[in-house]
């Protein structure tokens, strides 16, 4: 535990990039870039996947609801993080940092079990392509993609309640947004069991979906193995590839950004980590579906050969 004398902190200052005082402005710029194609590459992602109905399958569905969470999970830090980076605010209330953390973990969490969800939707693909249709109907990813998001935020907020119940002493946030570590190490006394709770949830948010994954493409390669013809195993094998690359990503960030000893951490080393997958990460999710996914590629053609006709 850590002790203090509390004095009821009722608002809390960001330490931000202030050890990059005389680069603040390039990171601006370059941030500012990054956001804006984040925002336009999963807003195009999801109007394409609408518009042509022969994306309108599971596979693209959940993608369409990872696209919609990793824009939000992006509108809750970028713009707050950009603002600090020019001087405009630095400071946050306690309500205002608790609803930032909430949010935060409650998208987070959505996304990393959406893309359980989707290995789970490749796994049936390929290893049972003939109970596809039966299993992945409709209903079912309704409820999938439901039972993901309500599971997020509730996990989210119990994070939340548990930290903001505690009394806080220190009011300078060594980071650009509330995040789990920098706001405890702000509390006057940390309980063994908020650490066992934040280990916990972790488990449930990285570890066990990550698990899950690992397991599905270990089936979903033996199908493949298996398939007598090299282009059978391309094709199939291409499938899978760009949700594969993005789990890699986004499950070795989180990984290292929660699971990495505290004796560890510095605070270049988390704010870059941080910075990789708050502004990185989801920029991927376009970026790899659009070069890596063929069907996207057509479909955005056709959306483009229409406009440009009409």
């Known amino acids: 535990m850590k002790r203090a004398n509390c004095t009821g902190v009722r608002e809390f200052v960001f330490q931000g990039f202030s050890n990059f005082q005389e ?9 500012l870039a990054l956001y804006i194609l984040t925002l336009a590459g999963n807003v195009i992602i999801v109007t394409i ?25 992006s509108l809750v830090i970028i713009p707050r993080m950009l603002a600090s980076l020019v001087g405009l605010s630095q400071t946050i209330s306690l309500e205002g940092c608790g609803t930032q953390l909430f949010f935060f973990l409650g998208f ?3 996304n990393c079990l959406l893309l359980a969800v989707m290995g789970y939707d490749r796994y049936v693909a390929i290893c049972n392509p003939l109970r596809y249709s039966i299993v992945m109907n409709w209903r079912m990813c309704i409820i999938l993609a439901s039972s993901v998001c309500a599971t997020g935020f509730f996990l989210s907020l119990v994070q939340a309640v548990s930290i903001f119940r505690l009394p806080f002493c220190h009011s300078l946030i060594e980071h650009f947004f509330c995040d789990v570590r920098p706001v405890l190490n702000l509390a006057c006394a940390v309980p063994v069991i ?74 270049d080393q988390d704010q870059l980590i941080s910075v990789t997958y708050t502004v990185i990460t989801p920029l991927l999710n376009p ?16 959306v483009l050969g229409r406009k440009s006709l009409s």
């Open 49 to 73: 996947i609408r518009i042509d109905h022969h994306l309108h399958t599971p596979m693209y569905f959940f993608l369409s609801v990872l696209s919609t969470s990793e824009t939000f999970y």
């Open 287 to 302: 970026v790899v579906y659009s070069l890596r996914n063929k069907e996207v590629q057509d479909a955005l053609r056709k």
């Open 23 to 31: 680069y603040q402005l390039t990171l601006f710029v370059v941030f």
């Open 194 to 267: 908020n650490d066992i709770l934040t280990l916990v949830i972790s488990l449930l948010a990285i570890t066990a979906p990550a698990t899950f994954l690992f397991i599905s493409y270990v089936l979903i390669i033996s199908t493949i193995l298996k398939i007598a013809s090299a282009e059978g195993r391309k094709k199939t094998f291409a499938t899978c590839a760009s949700h594969l690359t993005v789990v890699v990503i986004h499950y070795g960030c989180a990984s290292i950004a929660y699971f990495k000893p505290k004796s560890e951490n510095t605070r």
């Open 108 to 110: 987070a969490i959505t």
